[in-house]
C-alpha cells in the first residue's frame, strides 16, 4: 500500500515569496492533517480536513496561511507571503474515518528554508 | 488545554542499556496516549499506544504504561540496539477527536 506522498521534499525561498506544497493522502483516507514542526519542537496541527470539508484550522495563521482540499482527496497548503518564522518541516498526515480512533500516517514531510 | 512534556534530549546510550523516556501530560477528560518514531530520513511512525488507564502499549520491544494517577506516559525497553537510535515523540489525543498534541521530542543516540 502506497503511503502518504508529499512534495516537493525541500524548498528554499525569500521572505515575503509566496511557497506551496501539496500532499497525496493513502487512498480511502477521508480525513488529512497538515502538522508544522519547527526545529526542536513537536509538530503542531494547522488544519484538518475531513474529506474536502475543513474540521479544525484553529492554528492556522489565516492571514499567510491557505490550504484546501478539492474533491476531498489531494490537499495543497499555501503560503503567502512567507516569514522568516515559517521557517519549518510540513507535515501531511491522512487517517481512516471508521467512527473509532484511527492511527495518523505520516509522510516525509517538505523542509522549508526562508532566508 | 492539551500538553505534553516530555524528557529532554539527547539522550545517548550504549547497545543493550535500558531505556526510559519520561513523558507527562495534562488534558481534559480521559485522552488517548501515543508514542511516535522518527527515524533517521524518514516519516513519523506511531510505535505503540494506550487508550484507557493501566493499558500497556508495546511494539517492537517498547512498553509504555497509562498512569491517570500521575498522568504520565513513560517510554522503556529493556534492551536498546543502534537501529533504535531516532527521535521520539510523546504525543496526546481527546476521546472523540483525533488531533494530536506532541511533546517537542527526545533524539535517542544508541552507541555500540
Known amino acids: 500500500e502506497a503511503g502518504v506522498a508529499q512534495s516537493p521534499r525541500y524548498k528554499i525561498i525569500e521572505k515575503r515569496q509566496s511557497v506551496a506544497f501539496w500532499c497525496n493522502p493513502i487512498?480511502?483516507?477521508?480525513?488529512l492533517y497538515w502538522y508544522q514542526q519547527i526545529l526542536g519542537q513537536g509538530p503542531k496541527l494547522l488544519i484538518q480536513?475531513?474529506?474536502?470539508?475543513?474540521?479544525?484550522d484553529s492554528q492556522l495563521p489565516k492571514d499567510r496561511f491557505s490550504a484546501e482540499r478539492l474533491k476531498g482527496v489531494d490537499s495543497t497548503l499555501k503560503i503567502q507571503p512567507a516569514k522568516l518564522e515559517d521557517s519549518a518541516v510540513y507535515l501531511c498526515?491522512?487517517?481512516?474515518?471508521?467512527?473509532?480512533?484511527?492511527?495518523?500516517?505520516f509522510g516525509p514531510g517538505t523542509r522549508l528554508t526562508v532566508l | 488545554g492539551n500538553s505534553v512534556t516530555q524528557m529532554e534530549g539527547p539522550v545517548t546510550l550504549s547497545e543493550e542499556a535500558f531505556l526510559t523516556i519520561n513523558c507527562t501530560y495534562t488534558?481534559?477528560?480521559?485522552?488517548?496516549l501515543f508514542w511516535y518514531v522518527q527515524y533517521p530520513g524518514e516519516g513519523l511512525q506511531l510505535l505503540l499506544k494506550?487508550?484507557?488507564?493501566?493499558d500497556k502499549g508495546s511494539n517492537k520491544g517498547f512498553e509504555a504504561t497509562y498512569r491517570k494517577e500521575t498522568t504520565s506516559f513513560h517510554l522503556e525497553k529493556g534492551s536498546v540496539q543502534v537501529s533504535d537510535s531516532a527521535v521520539y515523540f510523546c504525543?496526546?489525543?481527546?476521546?472523540?477527536?483525533?488531533?494530536?498534541?506532541f511533546g517537542t521530542g527526545t533524539r535517542l543516540t544508541i552507541i555500540p
Open positions: 494506550a487508550t484507557k488507564a493501566d
Open positions: 488534558a481534559t477528560g480521559y485522552p488517548s
Open positions: 504525543a496526546l489525543a481527546n476521546f472523540g477527536n483525533e488531533k494530536l498534541t
Open positions: 487512498s480511502g483516507h477521508a480525513t
Open positions: 480536513f475531513q474529506n474536502n470539508g475543513v474540521v479544525d
Open positions: 498526515a491522512s487517517s481512516l474515518d471508521d467512527g473509532a480512533y484511527n492511527e495518523q500516517f
